[in-house]
């Protein structure tokens, strides 16, 4: 039974995946028309699990977005590497709770390897403590909860202890153009968002390094944490880490960086230099799903303060300490208690791409965007505003809004490729973002002639 199952399941993701290069993109059935093909009553009696899951199939792929495929360029979202998906089906074969090292030592090894090689990889210090999480916004607040108490901890007061009723004054720091996630991740550690002092960014988003300097300077010891950005969703643009990181450390502040997708390119000797600095800050916030294209969900919390971190994540009851060695447990590091082996599809991902891969990954989706970019720009009407140095372009044609929403929603229904729009500096754009491990300079063309026939 199993086997004709499973048989069946790979047999439909693989029927699905061979078909996803040439099909549109964009959803082809309405909410109703989803709800009619997947709902009616709750069965009374089970159904024959084959016959279940085929009509599973059928009635889902009328309604999914071909972001798997070589021609998604909407938000950041990585297009999931074969092997790191074949790897994400062994794990829920697998089925193991990787939380503690009894209940699964080789979802443990896996996940303790696999942070190793990422912390290698993304230039950070090896004795880094890592949580793997659901996506860059748990890992921005795991960070900033270590962050948080860390900091109460410095000024005396014990918030793991006493909590936040009564806790001395904390400032937060950010750039104005920080990512929504670090602001929702503040607002769940108790920081409203009117109390979150906004440093000014430039053009290209990126925090101005004097006017942090300004606002430190009014520091007077208050504890405080500041929240640096590597990667802008929008532009792609990195905050000047060096000096941030300077600035801050002077001034006795915890460092944060959410790099999460752009933290990748310290995988690229030729993009590196982006991140010149990042490794002296006190944690990073990133993805896996994004652009190392592991399948959905998982997120990373790196930390250079072991202790605080843990102090922050871990809990402990006799039935855990029972079962527990000196063993890395890996439900210590993040928010979850019970969690599947979210490091194994990384695991596999690292030893299939390599450093080399990685880098090629990184730097192939740049020069696509790259590509993109000025493909489009040479076109009468169409202007590109943001400098692409990364793997993010934003685009406007007609100088008119509403000429850009017109040819963002028609490039959707055409849907052989799909964009979104965003507001960028104060006017409406396209926002290109090349992020799939599977898109060729052939899908980067034909997207461009799409995106031109749209707003021709
Ligand atoms: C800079 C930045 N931080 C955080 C996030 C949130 O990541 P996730 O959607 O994985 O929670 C994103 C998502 O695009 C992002 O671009």
Not at 49 to 55: F, I, K, Q, S, T
Not at 316 to 339: D, K
Request: charged residues 20%; proline residues 5%; aromatic residues 6%.
């Amino acid at each position: 039974m199993h086997r004709e199952l499973f048989e069946r399941a790979a047999q439909l993701a693989t029927e699905y995946l061979e078909a996803l290069p040439e099909q549109p993109v964009g959803a082809q059935a309405t909410r109703e028309e989803l709800i009619a093909a997947l709902g009616g009553p709750l069965p009374e009696r089970g159904e024959d699990p084959v016959a279940a899951l085929e009509r599973f199939a059928r009635a889902m792929e009328p309604g999914l977005i071909a972001s798997a495929g070589p021609r998604y360029f909407g938000f950041v979202v990585g297009a999931g590497l074969p092997a790191a998906m074949a790897a994400d089906w062994l794990a829920s074969a697998w089925n193991q709770n990787v939380s503690l090292n009894a209940l699964s030592p080789a979802g443990a090894a896996a996940e303790e390897v696999a942070i190793g090689w990422l912390l290698d990889l993304l230039g950070l210090p090896r004795e880094c403590s890592v949580g793997f999480v659901t996506g860059g916004q748990t890992a921005n607040f795991t960070c900033l909860l270590a962050a948080r108490n860390e900091a109460y901890r410095r000024a005396g007061w014990d918030v793991e202890r006493d909590g936040l009723l009564g806790a001395p004054p904390l400032r937060i720091v950010a750039g104005a153009e920080a990512h929504v996630s670090l602001f929702a991740a503040l607002r769940m550690l108790g920081f409203g968002t009117a109390r979150i002092e906004l440093v000014e960014a430039d053009a290209q988003g990126r925090m101005s390094a004097p006017a942090l300097a300004r606002v430190l300077a009014g520091s007077g010891g208050t504890p405080m944490i500041v929240c640096a950005q590597a990667g802008n969703v929008n532009s792609g643009a990195f905050d000047p880490l060096p000096e941030i990181v300077d600035a801050a450390h002077a001034a006795g502040a915890w460092v944060h960086v959410d790099g999460a997708f752009g933290l990748w390119a310290a995988a690229s000797p030729r993009r590196r230099a982006l991140l010149a600095g990042a490794h002296r800050a006190d944690s990073w916030a990133t993805d896996a799903h994004k652009w190392l294209n592991v399948p959905y969900d998982c997120g990373i919390a790196i930390t250079a303060h072991p202790q605080a971190h843990r102090a922050a994540t871990t809990a402990s009851a006799s039935y855990l300490t029972n079962a527990s060695g000196p063993e890395r447990n890996p439900f210590e590091w993040v928010p979850e208690a019970s969690r599947r082996g979210r490091a194994l599809p990384v695991y596999v991902a690292l030893r299939t791409l390599g450093r080399a891969g990685v880098a090629e990954l990184v730097d192939r989706c740049c020069a696509l965007a790259a590509r993109m970019a000025s493909a489009l720009a040479a076109a009468p009407g169409v202007r590109v505003l943001n400098d692409v140095a990364l793997n993010q372009a934003l685009v406007r044609f007609g100088d008119s809004d509403e000429k850009t929403r017109e040819v963002i929603a028609r490039v959707q229904r055409d849907a052989t490729c799909w964009v979104g729009g965003t507001t960028w500096q104060g006017v409406h754009a396209m926002r290109i973002s090349v992020s799939g491990w599977s898109t060729t300079e052939a899908d980067a063309d034909r997207s461009v002639q799409a995106i031109l026939r749209a707003a021709s």
